[in-house]
């Protein structure tokens, strides 16, 4: 199975702050790069992270709000000035290409590449985008105003060849990707070998949510990447449309989801140990994300 990685660019809030950058984040899956988010900063700790700006085909914005969403005209412009010729592809709701059109045509208008925009549904549930590696979906989200949530599902991948029973049979390597799609082995001298006992399944297709900015619902199956307030400042988190990190936490431990991240924090916290004791006390291991991390999906 590829590994599947995600990389974060920022995790900080609308409130500019020292201690973190606008939310960005970046999928790395089977040799491609997908931009979740792009506040502002993104372009400079791409660089230094050593991500390349060429392997970027979509971005996927959860909402306007300026931290999700400012970086997106920079980028833009040094794509163009890196020679790119091949289509951008934006996924997000209706006014992200509101907002970007008018700033394109003034300060980007003669771009040699295309920049392409796929609405999103915030209202639904569906397939967004999907390609050879992996297949997203957009997932509703309750924020101050129209929000999606994005969910990757990886391709499953072909089942493992059990190497010792093709030495024993001595298969030719021209027959390996026919078995590896399903096929039985036929010998020289017609004995059929059934391909469960060449092959062991493939690995589950691993899937990683991100749902940021959310008020709190339990409906929401997938794992919760948002968690800005702490459980003292529920009344702050209900009128912002925010969710907690003991709600965050809910969420996950009812999806069954293997580990939850909060990667978007609030201004207001310099300790964010507050949000990680919070979250723990419901979700064990709870991951804090800080800027340059590289979390592997398991």
Not at 56 to 79: A, K, M, V
Not at 203 to 231: G, H, L, M, N, W
Request: hydrophobic fraction near 35%; aromatic fraction near 8%.
């Amino acid at each position: 199975m590829a590994n599947f990685e995600i990389k974060i660019i920022g995790c900080g809030s609308a409130l500019p702050t020292t201690r973190h950058l606008p939310t960005s984040q970046i999928i790395d899956l089977r040799e491609k790069i997908y931009m979740i988010d792009c506040g502002e900063g993104t372009q400079l700790q791409m660089r230094r992270m050593h991500i390349k700006f060429s392997k970027i085909s979509h971005i996927f914005i959860s909402h306007i709000h300026g931290d999700h969403c400012y970086g997106l005209p920079g980028l833009i412009s040094t794509l163009g000035m890196l020679g790119r010729t091949g289509e951008l592809m934006i996924h997000g709701p209706k006014e992200v290409e509101d907002y970007l059109r008018p700033v394109l045509q003034t300060t980007c208008n003669r771009l040699p590449y295309q920049v392409c925009f796929n609405w999103v549904d915030t209202t639904k549930h569906q397939l967004v985008m999907e390609d050879r590696s992996v297949s997203v979906y957009s997932i509703p989200l309750k924020h101050r105003i129209a929000t999606s949530g994005y969910l990757f599902v990886e391709k499953p991948s072909e089942p493992h060849l059990i190497s010792e029973m093709i030495d024993f049979y001595k298969i030719p390597i021209k027959e390996l990707q026919y078995i590896k799609q399903g096929a039985d082995y036929v010998t020289p001298e017609g004995e059929v070998i059934p391909n469960e006992r060449l092959t062991r399944p493939a690995d589950p297709p691993k899937r990683y949510a991100y749902c940021s900015d959310t008020a709190y619902q339990p409906e929401i199956v997938p794992i919760i990447k948002e968690a800005t307030f702490v459980e003292a400042d529920l009344p702050r988190a209900n009128q912002t449309y925010h969710s907690t990190a003991r709600q965050a936490a809910k969420i996950a431990q009812k999806a069954g989801a293997k580990q939850l991240v909060i990667g978007h924090y609030s201004a207001r916290y310099e300790d964010t140990a507050l949000l990680q004791q919070e979250a723990d006390s419901v979700f064990p291991g709870t991951i804090l994300a800080e800027e340059g991390m590289m979390i592997s999906l398991r």
